[in-house]
């Protein structure tokens, strides 16, 4: 069985600051991991993703996130963010076999302050 | 051209009747699946079908039933709808694990 905990449900942010989701999961097996952002009334769009190799990847809009397997962590980052960026960010895992189902965490809800 | 597309979008319904809830992807992926997204949010795998074969089955009421007539087609049907269905019924289709999942808009259920 896997797991995501999400430890901000809500990060209020003034535009141009930095921010950090953060990120943590349980699993017995190696796991892919996903962060999605829903915009208001809209779907989840895949926003960056961890398969293997470096642990930092980037989004093209800005966003970063780092795998670290010993804290079992996922965190997002984005070193100044936009009034556009106020949205709902999901962050998910995967475990790597076959029939493995894509668990979502509770959400973290991002309100960019002008 | 939209990939994941669901219809209707917007369903307001009654207690106790039966309603249905169409997706369609047109980005020729094997799998799909339905989520429920409660309203704080929180998603929840319902169903997952892998090229016209049920392969997710999660603890769902039996009121529920998926049917997959085609692997780019999904539908959801519901019997005797309950306040407690209420939420945002999510479809999504997937290439593969490592390529995640594309979402449709979602259809916001509303039973009153």
């Known amino acids: 069985a896997q797991s995501v905990t999400q430890l901000d449900s809500q990060v209020p942010v003034f535009e141009e600051a930095p921010v950090e989701l953060r990120c943590n999961y349980s699993s017995s097996v190696s796991v892919y991991l996903f962060w999605y952002v829903q915009y208001p009334n809209q779907g989840l769009q895949l926003l960056l993703k961890y398969l293997s190799g470096s642990t930092l990847v980037e989004s093209i809009n800005g966003f970063e996130a780092e795998f670290n397997k010993s804290q079992t962590s996922f965190h997002l980052r984005k070193p100044s963010v936009h009034i556009s960026d106020t949205a709902e960010y999901f962050c998910?895992?995967?475990?790597?076999?076959?029939?493995?189902?894509?668990?979502f965490g509770g959400g973290t809800r991002v309100l960019v302050k002008p | 051209d939209t990939a994941v597309s669901q219809t209707p979008k917007y369903l307001v319904t009654q207690m106790g009747n039966d309603k249905s809830i169409k997706c369609e992807q047109n980005?020729?992926?094997?799998?799909m699946y339905w989520y429920k997204q409660d309203s704080k949010k929180f998603l929840k795998i319902m169903f997952s079908y892998n090229n016209k074969e049920l392969i997710i089955n999660e603890t769902v009421p039996n009121r529920f039933s998926p049917k997959s007539p085609d692997k780019a087609h999904l539908n959801l049907h519901i019997n005797s709808l309950e306040l407690g269905d209420s939420a945002v019924y999510f479809c999504a289709s997937s290439p593969s694990r490592d390529r995640g999942l594309f979402f449709g808009q979602g259809t916001r259920l509303t039973v009153v």
């Open positions: 980005l020729g992926h094997d799998t």
């Open positions: 998910a895992v995967s475990g790597l076999a076959a029939g493995n189902k894509l668990t």
